[in-house]
């Protein structure tokens, strides 16, 4: 714990104020569930693709991502590519189609894509799980940040940030979301951005930075990461982020299939200018702080020990707006896969009401299970969120990537798909990567093959489901 500035009590205490305010104002005009988890279809491009942004740059971005550049170095940007190609991808063959369909989840899709109410429940399921370890990884992440700063137990700095987003959320639904991940993501890349400069000129300037930390380990310029390494990161990011579910529901939020491509477009202006700031601040700070016991604490000392308090106030607000925005998308999500997807399937004729009371109580209970597992150790931050993006791109991406774009997939054939890439990526795992490759390749690979084989020995799927996606 350090000795902190009046100023980042009263900062951060502004900013939970103000997301509160956010989510009051915004659910007063929620009057169904499906405003509640689509926003009234009403988000525009700039907005929407602050929102993209904001719910990707989690806390593996501004917490775990930091960690591994201090102690690896330049290399482990180049999975940024994978990013971006996977939103190109998703630009291009998936998002507009999304929005087209007008569905409210992403299950919706699968059941009406496959004609499989099966199918719908076990895609929930998976989700569920999926998000769960997601979430332990955001929650890993403020239970860090609140401690390094404040000196608070984790576990009580994981319960603040995350209640706070539990109430607006549940308040708020998608419309809080997605306007207070606006306003998150211009302080994200604005506060980060505008740290660069004071954090070198406290470090000595850039050539100085350079040069020290190629003499203390030539790898941090160099490649620490072989290339299946740099791979395996590149794809778990990229093909999970082009079908990934907390995005995909952003589609449904949105005006018009141009409204969803202008979004990307702005989302990767957002996300560029953060990859170049956060890496500069993991050299900056390794040459600071040449050893530090826990990398993933890197940007919670430069905001406390190295900028000015009230930049370094902002610092702290922007990681706790990339935790909040993430968390709140995932909480959407999650509760929206239990309160529409499994519960509106095994009650079809449950109210609105009653559907939106299992929303907040799935939103309560999903948001209090990841706490269970983030008081035990764990490995760094961006880790956990590789290993969930791996799952959540071996069990979707083939289903909606291939789904949207050959009639021929049928649904046994896309159960079949989801459940066993998922279950390659766990065992690929358990063995400890053999071949030392990412549990995402052979997870996307098998549930690849899984689908087109098994779509060609199973009973296509009726033209009526097929014409909201391919037309007549």
Known sequence: MFEVSPVFYYVIAGYFLMTLVIGYIAGRGNKTSEDHLVAGRSIGPVI??????????????????VGVLYLTGASYMWYWPGMFAGWLVSAIWVAPKFQQFKGVTVPDYIEKRYNSKVAKVIAAALIVVAYTVYLVAQYVAGGILMETIFGLPKIWGAIITIGITMLYTMKGGMKATTYSDFIQAIIMAGCFFAAVPILYSQAGGFDY?????????????????????????????GLSVAIAPYELARMYTMKSQRTVRLAIGFSFIFQAVIAIAICLVGFAMRSLYPIMNNADAASS??????????????????????????????????ASAISHDIFGILKPNATDKQKMTINKIATVVLSIIPLIFAIKPFDMVQFIVIVQSSM??????????????????????????MLGGVATVLIWYLMQKPFGLNEVIPGVLVSTVLLIVCSYFTKPVPEESLKPFFGK
């Not at 929407?48 to 991502?65: E, I, M, N, W």
């Not at 941090?220 to 390494?229: C, I, R, S």
């Not at 791109?393 to 798909?417: E, P």
């Open 209 to 237: 930075v350079g040069r020290f930390i190629t003499e203390l380990q030539p790898t941090l310029t160099g490649w620490h990461w072989q290339f299946k390494d740099i791979l395996g990161f590149a794809l778990a990011f």
């Open 48 to 65: 929407g693709g602050a929102a993209l942004a904001a719910t990707q740059l989690s806390a593996g971005t501004f917490v775990g991502t």
């Open 392 to 417: 959540v791109a071996s069990f979707f991406f083939a289903t909606v990537v291939i789904g949207l774009n050959w009639k021929r997939a049928t649904g046994t054939a896309a159960l079949i798909s």
């Open 301 to 334: 000392i430069m905001a406390v020990n190295v900028l000015p308090p009230f930049v370094g106030a902002l610092i702290v607000v922007a990681i706790l707006a990339a935790i909040m925005s993430t968390v709140s998308g995932v909480m959407i999500v999650s």
